[in-house]
């Protein structure tokens, strides 16, 4: 298994710029989650899906937009990119068993920078 | 969701035991208590997680008091390698399985 991957690594961005950010999960877990994690601060949700076709709001979603149309993809969306967007962006998923009194861990992709200049 | 605090920083040297403790006064029943481990320029990693009383793996132990209005982590002997932000979280098991990262406690191992 991958695991879970994000793609680009690294992006540069103008001011109103848009992109979108790709995250992909390839151990078939149901729930997916985006953070934004500034220098030196910790991670901060901003969307999450409990799956293919649910996304909810975190503590950060403005300015982003999110869509969960597989089970495998959770793509995060800047429509206009703004320098307090640069951050380093976390993709995470991890199993919901059926027994609601057990926790599953979450695994995080290895994170995309972003800055906007 | 609980909310939890946590030491900023830690200083401790090679081969000693580390203890990270976390309040977190408002947990819920359905709540366990999780920790994660940063590098930097990585996504957090899983270390241990418990409900109440002692959990211990390979990594870690966890120790939960039975009020469960704080919990310690408990590093063994650490190494260089050791030096990351230590994350301490409550996790809800009801409802929306919301994860909240607070600022963590940063770790430094000194030689």
């Known amino acids: 298994n991958a695991g879970v991957t994000q793609t680009p690594k690294f992006r540069i961005l103008k001011i109103g710029q848009s992109m979108t950010l790709q995250c992909a999960q390839d151990m078939n877990h149901n729930y997916m989650y985006w953070y934004r994690q500034d220098p030196g601060m910790g991670l901060k949700l901003i969307y999450y899906s409990v799956g293919a076709g649910i996304t909810d709001k975190g503590e950060v979603p403005n300015g982003y937009n999110v869509s969960r149309s597989t089970t495998e993809d959770f793509p995060l969306r800047l429509e206009l990119a703004a320098p307090s967007q640069t951050s380093v962006y976390f993709c995470a998923s991890n199993p919901i068993g059926v027994s609601a009194s057990s926790y599953n861990e979450q695994f995080f992709g290895p994170g995309t920078r972003l800055t906007v200049l | 969701l609980a909310k939890t605090t946590q030491p900023i920083s830690m200083d401790s040297y090679e081969g000693q035991e580390v203890n990270i403790t976390c309040s977190h006064n408002?947990?819920?029943?359905?709540?366990?208590i999780t920790w994660y481990q940063q590098f930097p320029s990585q996504g957090p990693r899983f270390i241990i997680q418990?409900?109440?009383t002692k959990v211990t793996n390979e990594v870690a132990s966890l120790f939960i008091p039975a009020d469960r209005k704080s919990s310690t982590l408990s590093l063994p002997r650490v190494s260089l390698s050791d030096t990351a932000v230590y994350y301490c979280?409550?996790?809800?098991?009801?409802?929306?399985?919301?994860?909240?990262f607070g600022t963590g406690t940063r770790l430094k191992v000194l030689a």
């Open positions: 979280l409550g996790v809800t098991t009801s409802g929306t399985y919301k994860y909240i």
């Open positions: 418990g409900y109440k």
């Open positions: 408002n947990i819920a029943t359905n709540d366990y």
